[in-house]
């Protein structure tokens, strides 16, 4: 396996919010701690999972703030800074890389869809506004483009570009000059059979003890891989992170409830959920 700096098991930590759908910091820094006390070698503040579409840009500074400032010793935090405007995504990771983060998650633009010299260039610009490795953040399911391996091969001769989350499971192979992360639970045993640095996760929330065997135990890998499939299947019954927050809902932690446009799963969803909370012994 590739030498992972950054860690193996990373979660894409949820932004947990209150009754009034403010950020409910003390559950995110519990959070936090809790994921790394299960396996985790650090988080991700404000990805995809982290809802970062509906912060503010003074809640997402704010977040990735808390996560520097409250992290347990020795925990890394990776800040996703990303946007489709590359002048904003410089921006915030500034402030990001000013605040501690020890790296950079950069999604591919998204609604604009920027053709591949526009790709080369925004992550050029990214590239110049931090001295934080980047990690780039391959999901066209999103944001309808996608970045095939030759073009990976090209971004990772940028300085700083060091990583991939490889969000497109038709794309996962590895790339030379790149760190390759799962960006999908359920391709996690493959990543790792495949030499990859490890995956930026969401069942790691709750599951952390047995993703992190993966890593430590590669005998074992598939039939735990295997024993998690039930879990992979219910959390994606629905657009993440609302799963995930149901889970962690149903199981006493006070995720809340999505924010606008996403809604609380339903009777069905929760439902799934449960089921596959009961199957992996998490719930009576």
Known sequence: MTHAPLGSILTALITPFDSEMRLNESAFV???HHVVRHGSDGIVACGTTGEAATLSNEEHLRVIELACAERPVGATVVA??????TAQACAMTERATDLGADAILSVTPYYNR????????????ISRATDKPIILYNIPTRTGTDMPNDLLAELATIERIDYVKQANNANLAPVEGIGLYAGNDDVLARTLDLGGCGGILVASHIMGEQLRRMVDEP??????????KPLYQALTVTTNPIPIKAALNLLGYPAGPPRLPLVAADERETEVIRQALIECGLLA
């Open 30 to 32: 519990s959070m936090f």
């Open 219 to 228: 005998d074992r890998r598939a039939d735990i891989d295997a024993s998690l």
């Open 80 to 85: 996703s800074t990303g946007s489709n405007n």
């Open 114 to 125: 920027p053709n591949r010299r526009g790709l080369v260039q925004h992550f050029t610009e």
